[in-house]
């Protein structure tokens, strides 16, 4: 067994939400607003309608294997060869997104705060904490998640409200002027970030009440909406045609926000905000695609290779990534094959256990069978023991 801890539908949600809200905010707005101008607003309305298919073909997985993740089942569905070739692929697409989200990490701090501070210092000081709480298991990175996230919500308010003043609805008239393809083309490229509900697939099988993961996850996703929504309202509200003119919009509306006329440099405070978010998130793929590479060779532990799979990814973050623009230039390429990885091979998977008869329907008032130690857990839902277990 990889992994014998265990966490609640409600950490699993607040985990995803932390995920993905993490780097989107942060480099959502100068994207959407390139291809949507002042209709951005309305993608992630229309980009929401992917990740929840997604949702409810993993949870609907997960019923039907349950205790496996994708890299596990993959096999069990496609066969040995193909099943590995795929999984492999997938963990080679989690490498990489990885790989970028460290290097934006890097970019970002480098550029508001630490300005003097090599990049590979502060990638590494980010890892260096995380492969603790991933050797720690889900267990711990769930607590952090529901620990974190009223202080989240509280720092996010206390951002918002004093640009209430400054608020012009009529920045967002009219509304669709050129029409839905722009929008569409946003909500596509939101497609680089909402997609992370993926990473469901590696903590589903220690769910302690798995009868409500399709329930939770999908309010999870609506929050996320509502709370991407609003942002990307607040930046048109304020900067307008000024927001194409910088990398990270959202920081740059926190640098020149004072609260109550004494309250100055907000911006440390939205540092604090983002780098722990951006630590939920590194915890959440990291463990992913360690514990998916375990999974992939049939090791008994996936904490032997924790260190070396975070050098790797600091190694990717730069070689693979020489400049940062590269990030801006690849973008398009991303979303293709971050939606491959991410969607088209679930589908894949769905549709081949539909026809093979294998498939079970994700349904948020039916428990889960299976017990964390690998047996049938109880039918009203699971209890302590109820999760289920790891390969």
């Not at 690849?330 to 081949?352: Q, R």
């Amino acid at each position: 067994m990889l992994e014998r801890g265990k966490l609640s539908s409600v950490q699993l949600a607040c985990l995803m939400f932390l995920a993905v809200i993490a780097t989107s905010i942060m480099g959502a707005p100068s994207f959407c607003y390139r291809l949507a101008r002042n209709d951005m607003w309305l993608s992630p309305i229309i980009a929401a309608i992917l990740p929840m298919l997604l949702i409810m073909v993993l949870v609907g997985l997960h019923r039907s294997f349950p205790g496996k993740s994708l890299i596990e089942y993959s096999p069990l569905l496609l066969g040995k060869w193909l099943g590995k070739l795929l999984g492999l692929y997938f963990l080679i697409v989690t490498l990489l997104e990885n790989a970028y989200q460290a290097r934006q990490f890097g970019e970002l701090m480098n550029q508001f705060f630490f300005k003097e501070t090599p990049h590979a210092f502060i990638i590494c000081s980010l890892f260096f904490v995380c492969v603790f709480a991933v050797r720690l298991g889900a267990e711990v990175i769930g607590r952090v998640a529901i620990l974190y996230m009223p202080l989240l919500l509280t720092i996010v308010l206390t951002f918002a409200l004093p640009f209430f003043q400054d608020i012009e609805v009529r920045r967002l008239l009219p509304v669709m002027s050129n029409g839905i393809l722009p929008i569409l083309r946003s909500s596509a490229y939101l497609q680089l970030w909402l997609p992370m509900y993926i990473y469901t697939t590696f903590y589903l099988p220690f769910l302690s009440d798995s009868q409500h993961a399709l329930k939770r996850l999908l309010q999870s996703l609506a929050a996320t909406i509502l709370t991407l929504t609003g942002i990307l309202m607040l930046i048109i509200f304020i900067l307008n045609n000024a927001t194409p003119m910088f990398s990270f919009p959202f920081m740059t509306l926190a640098r020149y926000l004072t609260l109550f006329e004494f309250i100055e440099q907000f911006d440390a405070v939205i540092m604090f905000f983002w780098v722990v978010d951006v630590f939920v998130r590194t915890c959440v793929t990291l463990y992913g695609l360690t514990i998916g590479l375990a999974q992939w060779m049939n090791l008994p532990s996936y904490k032997v290779i924790s260190v070396p799979t975070a050098v790797l990814v600091i190694a990717v973050s730069f070689w693979g990534i020489p400049r940062f623009s590269d990030f801006v230039t690849n973008g398009p390429h991303l979303t293709f094959i971050y939606f491959s990885a991410h969607f088209a091979l679930p589908m894949l998977l769905f549709v081949v256990a539909l026809a093979r008869g294998k498939w079970k329907p994700a349904k948020s008032g039916n428990a889960e069978g299976s017990g964390r130690s690998g047996g049938p857990g109880s039918s009203g839902g699971s209890g302590s023991s109820g999760g289920s277990g790891g390969s």
